[in-house]
């Protein structure tokens, strides 16, 4: 089997386990993205995210984590929900869409495993490990590099037949295949409708986000008890996370439901009001939301961000 040929099975697979888009990037150490890692360290932009400065040549190196590493596969699932979220309402929180289905890291999991014991039936034996935004891996640069999109303005990778709507996952492996190219443009262009929505000035103007600044960095991130009176009246509501920058983006325009039922939003994440939140108990939350990226927030940060945006003062702005 040449390479081409293993590319397309491997393609094939990936497919076969549910993925919606696949891509093959030569396994070397990313010597730019360490530069820009290094300047947004410096600069403090991880705010309290420490885990962020450890572990810097896994990020900048896949032969760290896999010795021998030939070829970095990329591996896009849509999540963008199939049921409508319904007009912004002034007595609802909001919660950003990643977080309305289930844990993405479970269900993404299953289908690396899956996918991985598929190739080495077509492949035979190799050294591998499957990522999902749990260890130190650069996955935006990676589909980047594998052809899956470009990466815009507000940080996120983008696909013009799709927008920016989907988990990444990589597979760092130690055999080699055949690579796909980069995008050969940023489709941005002059847009700055990401930049400019963003209302914390999270988005910089060279593609860099100040994650301290960031609304998903404040709800999610932080663990101190009290938020910074500096964010009074920023957050327009979000109560989980942010899709502020996404939402407003043209490229988005083209996506399309996720095909995946576990995706599938949670009812009381599209329909309850502040009431419903602050009438909920820790007991529900762990019972219903056991499976859902909220845990990563814990009950006391869903109450603390609940208590801000009841206190802000400028009111609630959809």
Known sequence: ??????????????????????GIARAVPL??????????L???MQGGMSYMERHFDLRVDPAKLVPGAR????????YYPAQPLGPPADDRPKIAKYALGEDYHEVIREKLKRFMDLLRQGLGAFHGRG?????????????????????????????RQGGSFYFIANLIVDIELAYDEPYARDYCGSCRKCID?????????????????????????????LIPEKMNGQWKDWLFGCDICQDVCPWNRFA?????????PKRELLEFSYSDWENFSEI?????????????AKWSGIRRNLRFLKNKPTGRDS
């Open 131 to 159: 990522f999902v935004d749990s260890a130190p891996v650069l996955e935006k640069t990676w589909a980047f590099r594998s052809g899956l999109g470009w990466i815009g303005k507000n940080g996120n990778l983008i696909r």
């Open 284 to 296: 529900q939350f762990r019972e219903k939301f056991r499976d859902s990226p909220l845990r990563r």
């Open 197 to 225: 929505a963003c209302p914390t000035g999270a988005l910089l103007d060279n593609k860099m986000v100040d994650g301290s600044r960031c609304i998903a960095y404040f709800t999610i991130e932080l663990k101190d008890e």
């Open 42 to 44: 410096a600069q403090g």
């Open 31 to 40: 010597e730019d993205d360490a530069r820009r890692l290094e300047q947004w």
């Open 256 to 264: 399309e439901p996720s095909r995946e039922e576990a995706f599938e």
């Open 71 to 78: 070829s970095v596969i990329s591996l896009l699932l849509n």
């Open 1 to 22: 089997m040449n390479l081409e040929e293993k590319s397309r099975l491997v393609k094939q697979n990936a497919k076969a386990c549910g993925f919606d888009f696949c």
